[in-house]
Nanobody
Framework: QVQLVESGGGLVQAGGSLRLSCAASGRTFSNYAMGWFRQASGKEREFVAAISRNSGSRYYGDSAKGRFTISRDNAKNTVYLQMNSLKPEDTAVYYC????????????????WGQGTQVTVSS
């Protein structure tokens, strides 16, 4: 089992920045690719970003490209999502997830999920 706890969400004005963190415990963190997804009210869960086990590869959804940066610190068992130039349409609950194998873009390929953290961007 891997337990994931997100933090860093909150209310921010458009154009501002937030840094989300996801702390993992349980099994060896470096064995898992990590991803961030988000779900806005009334919408399906959306892929935001993912990072490979050793940070060698990073993947971004269209909404995140150029504005968000995913990173991880295996020594701290933590994955981060730096979000800049935030827009009201970024408002959602953000989830981190851990994946042992499979496509990082597909939520169903992730094995463990955090409880989510709310991000609200005001206009």
């Amino acid at each position: 089992q891997v337990q994931l706890v997100e933090s860093g969400g909150g209310l921010v004005q458009a154009g501002g920045s937030l840094r989300l963190s996801c702390a993992a415990s349980g099994r060896t963190f470096s064995n898992y690719a990590m991803g961030w997804f988000r779900q806005a009210s009334g919408k399906e869960r959306e892929f935001v970003a993912a990072i490979s086990r050793n940070s060698g590869s990073r993947y971004y959804g269209d909404s995140a490209k150029g504005r968000f940066t995913i990173s991880r610190d295996n020594a701290k068992n933590t994955v981060y999502l730096q979000m800049n130039s935030l827009k009201p349409e970024d408002t959602a609950v953000y989830y981190c997830a851990a994946q042992y194998s499979g496509s990082v873009y597909l939520s169903q390929k992730y094995n463990y999920w955090g409880q989510g953290t709310q991000v609200t961007v005001s206009s």
